[in-house]
């Protein structure tokens, strides 16, 4: 007898059949993820500066914006990794 778990899964394969990645198409994710990863680490490592330098004199509102800029800048790289990982899985 099959769980309510595995009669939905059943259901949704039917309605969207999963596709398997290529090796090559398994490549490329991977290295927009890395470069994904380098992009947010690179920003993480200046912006940080930044909000450290601004916190210690004092300009508590520049910190502030600094950090919102890091999580927009750390939104858009995961943002933009993610339509490319998805064109991918459409080739």
Do not use: W
């Not at 259901?11 to 992009?39: F, G, H, V, Y």
Request: charged share 40%; glycine share 2%; proline share 1%.
């Amino acid at each position: 007898m099959k769980s309510a778990y595995e009669l939905a899964m059943e259901r949704l394969e039917k309605q969207a059949p999963t596709r398997s990645l290529t090796a090559a198409q398994k490549a490329e994710i991977a290295e927009l993820e890395a470069t994904a990863r380098a992009k947010i680490a690179e920003q993480e490592l200046f912006l940080k500066g930044q909000i450290e330098k601004a916190v210690a004199e004092g300009k508590y509102e520049d910190a502030a914006q600094l950090e919102q800029q890091l999580a927009r800048e750390i939104r858009r790289a995961n943002e933009d990794c993610e339509t490319k990982k998805d064109q991918i899985r459409a080739k």
